[in-house]
């Protein structure tokens, strides 16, 4: 049986009557278009068309036409058929992540799952794959007459919280396993209404794709109960914000062996509760260095630099740590018994308003960079990198974050190491793209935040 009838014979058997070609832009916008079955089986070939323009909408959807992108030039939306998936809470849609292909077929400069396929491909000539999940925060509750009531008001990991918010969760998770996701962990976050599910780690291409169909069963699921799920970097002043940590490691070429993990603990890492391989440190320092510039990508809204502030555990600064919260990047401790496996570093300065593939795929060059230099990391920062005086925040190259989307841009610019990982043509668009995002939102952080709020 050929892909096409497996995948329409897989179709009809969960009812579904329509396929959604899905792909990002560059404000973490999923967009698509939707093929019949009938069609399906040349769309799988032969995709489906959308304007070049469309990677050169802005989060108001105002065209930026100094990007050169605009009405005229066409790109195909080619599906990759792994990531078919049934859409539990739609009537009989299903989903594909896709390609943006040239009309010759070459991946479009613009596509930005191509840009991590190309990452994972060098990781791949050095030897390694790579395993990553996202970690999303949100908050919940219901938004009646302009007035939002979170859906619980209980504290930081508290049963009230979870009992409060157990119907909209529970259905959430079975939604999920629906999907093939894997729910890791789930627990209450810190203030009202906000709670945090993660997924199993998974190869990049397909932790993106399962990261962004969790966050779209999530706000699906709220919208069915009447409620509303926020995953905007910082909703409001006065409540914690949503960040999306990323935690990655990397394996041997077969996905066995972690070479983050030295199989010492205490050993390269010099931390007890660690056993970092040099690999894991080379990669550390690779992603350290490009920080500031990175977060263009990882952190990419106005509203994003709401969040990244001192003493809220999201990261401020460019530090690494052991267990430490308020470092960009943060070893999380091993488990016992599984030392190896539970070995991988975690990227703070991420949120929901990211392209994934752009963020784990800037985030990968940035690493193996630092393994192709042989770079070594500063010392390790074992406090709130906030309280380190000058001679401190010197000793472990601590300096702070971009305080807003311009600055993270003009740091991005200077970065030529992610200007060249990124292209020419990608680059230039999206900085022009987020240029215009600042611009459209500086002067009126009310209307700023509510368009925030509306699309994330
Ligand atoms: N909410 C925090 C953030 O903005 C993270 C809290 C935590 O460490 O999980 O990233
Ligand atoms: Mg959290």
Redesign the pocket.
């Known amino acids: 049986m050929s892909d096409a009838e497996n995948l329409i014979r897989q179709a009809r058997a969960k009812g579904v009557e329509l396929v959604r070609f899905y792909f990002c832009d560059g404000s973490g916008i999923l967009r698509g278009k939707v093929s019949s079955l009938k069609t399906l089986p040349e769309r799988l070939v032969s995709g489906i068309g959308v304007v070049k323009g469309s990677m050169a909408q802005n989060l108001l959807d105002q065209l930026q036409t100094d990007t050169g992108l605009g009405a005229v030039g066409e790109v195909r939306l080619v599906p990759d058929t792994n990531s078919f998936t049934a859409l539990p809470y739609t009537q009989a849609s299903a989903a594909m992540f896709c390609r943006m292909e040239e009309l010759s077929g070459q991946a479009w400069s613009h596509c930005s799952r191509s840009f991590l396929e190309r990452q994972v491909e060098e990781a791949g000539k050095m030897g390694f794959s790579v395993k990553a999940a996202f970690e999303p925060?949100f908050i919940v509750g219901e938004l009646k007459d302009g007035e939002f009531r979170h859906i619980d008001r209980g504290l930081c990991f508290s049963s009230e919280s979870m009992d409060m918010a157990d119907g909209f969760i529970t259905e959430v998770v079975r939604l999920m396993a629906l999907q093939g996701l894997e729910l890791e962990q789930y627990y209450p976050?810190l203030g009202p209404g906000q709670h945090?599910l993660s997924i199993a780690p998974a190869s990049p291409l397909s932790a993106c794709d399962r990261y962004l169909l969790l966050k779209e069963t999530v706000k699906a699921c709220a919208a069915g109960r009447g409620l509303y799920a926020t995953f905007t970097p910082k909703r409001s002043v006065e409540e914690a914000g949503n960040?999306c940590h990323l935690h990655l490691s990397l394996y041997d070429e077969n996905g066995r062996v972690n070479q983050f993990f030295h199989g010492e603990a205490g050993k390269e890492g010099g931390a007890e509760q660690s056993g970092l391989s040099k690999t894991a440190m080379h990669f550390i320092a690779g992603v350290h260095s490009h920080l500031k510039g990175l977060v263009a990508l990882t952190c990419p809204s106005v509203n994003s630099y709401k969040r990244l502030r001192p003493h809220s555990w999201s990261s401020a600064f460019t530090a690494w740590g052991y267990e430490n919260r308020e470092a960009a990047i943060r070893v999380p401790s091993v488990y016992r018994g599984r030392e190896s496996d539970s070995t991988n570093i975690e990227i703070k300065c991420v949120d929901s308003t990211a392209n994934p593939y752009l963020a784990l795929g800037a985030i990968l060059a940035c690493g193996l960079d630092g393994i192709k230099r042989l770079a070594l990391p500063p010392a390790p920062v074992e406090v709130d990198p906030a309280d380190l005086d000058d001679a401190g925040q010197k000793f472990h190259g601590v300096e702070p974050l971009p305080r807003s989307l311009n600055e993270a841009l003009t740091e991005l610019e200077a970065d030529l190491f992610l200007m060249n990982t990124l292209g020419k043509e990608l680059a230039n668009t999206y900085i022009i793209v987020k240029t215009s995002e600042a611009a459209a939102f500086e002067d009126d952080p009310a209307f700023s935040d509510a368009v925030h709020r509306a699309r994330y």
């Open positions: 925060e976050e945090e960040g």
